[in-house]
């Protein structure tokens, strides 16, 4: 491959957030309402858990595990630049100003990944489940009429797979190891496990898009969803939990207790300084 | 029995000769000495502790940069600040990687950090107190460790002389983004160009205290170039930085706080002014501002981490157990 493939948005080529910016300044891309709307779902999702994750570096329980999720972290903060970069197009917003200066009600992250880290055990467990779901979501999104949000897709689609194997080797590693990384990692589905539930509601915008061939349909996914992660649980000799699903709301704005101060966070030094560059 | 003894006595000396003859001459050659070859238990040593605390370093160094990913003021810096902490990380892995080869444990030397009984840099004690730190860490901090470490590529012992080839790649991009920082903020708002020179102000003085005491001050130097494990001497490696700190505060429209600081026409070097080394030695013996938060939060890792440590550990040998009687019944 060459490298001037690098900036021309098809899928399968190696994109960067600089790259979707570029063009959406330029004016070549720019996305309708319901697409932009669509892709802030997308990069909320990943902005926040890349978010969470960032935590970890210093704080893991092996340097490996330094590593290993701090580069899940900047990989997810990476496909959340895109997806941004490329929402902001139909507004006349950078990622910036999506991320820093919006309030909390206007993020769209679903509850899944607004929950805490807990121990590695939850980090874990909450890594699992959105990894397999991304997977799937970003496989099928590949496919998507609207070209940059495939190519975006492509390329995350390659990383979330190593994300999912991460996440399965520790599920296997922490459900076979000790009596005590046992109960923690059961322990852990049960706290996780209600907000998987979310990620696959369909709404009105998810059915307009998947209609014009733009989105992937939520609910779709669980099929594979559910196999696949069973697949696993059964060779770490676990089961889903049986615990009531939460409602959700995230993509309404309506947010678990905890993206507050996630924002709170994240955002106090850009607002301290408004219109500064960095 | 007894002549056997004296004659196992007697090769062991004649090996032991031989391998120190060995090792003299691989070093007056300037060449490497592998992990299997004979060396001196003092050089065996020396190399083990500075190894192991620039080891610890990178991971305590780690903490005041971790601090501030999370409130990142652009997406760019944090994807940016995220990838630096994560490779302070991997060069921590490689050193210790490099120190385990001289017959150290990693489990023993995170055991003697976490216990007080390791030293670690010292510059990693003072607080990153704005975003500018993170700027100035990357300008004066990075910048002096590269200073310090590009003639270690050349040092004597193959895996410590490797490990730094790949790590100064990367100290030179970490530099480069500090450096950048500064400069964004230097050419920003009123509030930001204070920001970034009250950062200079606080780092200067201790990135020049990084390269260690006085050379009339540091009785292991002279032996450690005698074995090429160091190049230069501290005082000649901090004239160096100076100079190069000078040229390049210049660029980000910012001063460095020492009006001391000259070229000396006659020895052809830069000199600067006095350096507060009872300060120096207070952090380094433990009273520093943050000694003790570093210390706990790194204890805090290591001890949240122990069960998940533990879990591998079993699963591994579960594993290799179940190969094990695989392979049997086959």
């Known amino acids: 491959m060459s490298n001037e493939s690098a900036t021309r948005i098809t899928p399968g080529n190696a994109l960067r957030p600089e790259d979707i910016a570029l063009e959406v300044n330029t004016g070549l891309v720019k996305p309708g309402e319901d697409a932009a709307e669509y892709a802030l779902r997308l990069g909320d999702d990943a902005l926040i858990l890349a978010q969470r994750l960032g935590h970890w570096i210093s704080r893991a329980p092996e340097l490996e595990e330094d590593v290993a999720l701090g580069n899940i972290a900047l990989d997810q903060l990476g496909h959340a630049r895109s997806f941004l970069s490329y929402a902001g197009g139909a507004w006349g917003k950078s990622e910036d100003d999506l991320a820093y200066f919006r309030r909390e009600p206007e993020f769209r992250s679903a509850h899944l990944f607004e929950q805490p ?62 009596e005590e990384s ?97 | 029995m007894a002549s056997q003894i004296l004659q196992s006595e007697q090769d062991e000396g004649a090996l032991e000769a031989e391998g120190k003859a060995y090792f ?54 944090k994807a940016i600040l995220m990838a630096k902490v994560q490779d302070e990380a991997g060069h921590g892995l490689y050193l210790y990687s490099a120190a385990e080869t001289l017959g150290q444990s990693r489990d023993q030397m995170m055991e003697d950090l976490i216990a007080g009984k390791a030293r670690y840099s010292s510059i990693f004690n003072y607080p990153a107190l704005t975003w500018a730190d993170m700027g100035a860490i990357g300008w004066l901090v990075d910048g002096a460790a590269i200073c310090n470490q590009v003639p270690l590529c050349r040092a004597s012992y193959g895996p410590y002389g490797r490990a730094m080839v790949r790590i100064c790649k990367e100290e030179s991009f970490h530099q480069r983004q500090g450096f950048e920082i500064l400069l964004e903020l230097s050419h920003g708002t009123p509030e930001q160009k204070q920001m970034a020179q009250d950062a200079v102000n606080r780092w200067y003085a201790p990135s020049l205290m990084m390269f260690g005491p006085p050379d009339d001050d540091s009785p292991n130097s002279k032996q450690s170039m005698a074995w090429n494990i160091k190049r230069f001497s501290n005082d000649e490696l901090r004239s160096r930085f100076v100079g190069m ?39 380094l013996n433990g009273r520093g501002p943050c000694n003790a938060q570093r210390l ?35």
């Open chain 1, 182 to 278: 046992r109960e923690r990692i059961q322990h852990a589905f049960k706290l996780i496990w209600p907000y998987v539930d979310e990620l696959f509601h369909d709404d009105e915008l998810t059915t307009r898009l998947t209609e014009a061939g733009v989105a992937v349909e939520p609910s779709s996914l669980r099929g594979d969803f559910d196999r696949l992660t069973a697949e696993v649980l059964a060779e770490a000799e676990l089961e889903a939990p049986e615990v009531p699903a939460a409602p959700g709301g995230g993509r309404r704005g309506r947010h678990s207790e905890h993206l507050g101060y996630i924002l709170a966070e994240m955002q106090v030094l850009a607002r301290e300084h408004p219109g500064a560059k960095w």
């Open chain 2, 24 to 77: 003299d001459r691989i070093i007056s050659e300037d060449s490497r000495i592998e992990p299997r070859d004979w060396m001196p238990a003092g050089y065996r040593k020396t190399l083990l502790r500075q190894i192991s605390q620039h080891a610890h370093s990178e991971i305590i160094g780690m903490q005041p940069e971790a601090n501030w990913i999370s409130r990142a003021p652009s997406l760019k810096r």
């Open chain 2, 245 to 283: 700190m000078v040229e390049q505060v210049r660029v980000l429209g910012l001063t460095l706080p020492d009006s001391e600081i000259r070229f000396n026409e006659e020895t052809k070097k830069w000199e600067h002014g006095p350096l507060d080394w009872d300060e120096f030695k207070e952090v």
């Open chain 1, 117 to 178: 880290n807990g121990d590695f055990a939850v980090t874990i467990a909450r890594q699992f489940l959105v990894s397999y779901y991304q997977f799937e979501l970003y496989r099928r999104l590949t496919e998507s009429a609207d070209s940059t949000l495939s190519a975006i897709a492509a390329k995350a689609v390659k990383e979330v797979d190593y994300h999912r194997d991460h996440s399965a080797q520790w599920v296997l590693r922490l459900a076979l190891g000790t």
């Open chain 2, 296 to 330: 706990e939060r790194r204890r805090e890792a290591h001890d949240n981490g122990a069960w998940v440590r533990e879990a591998a550990a079993a699963y591994a040998e579960k594993q290799s157990r179940k190969q094990a009687e695989k392979e049997l019944a086959a």
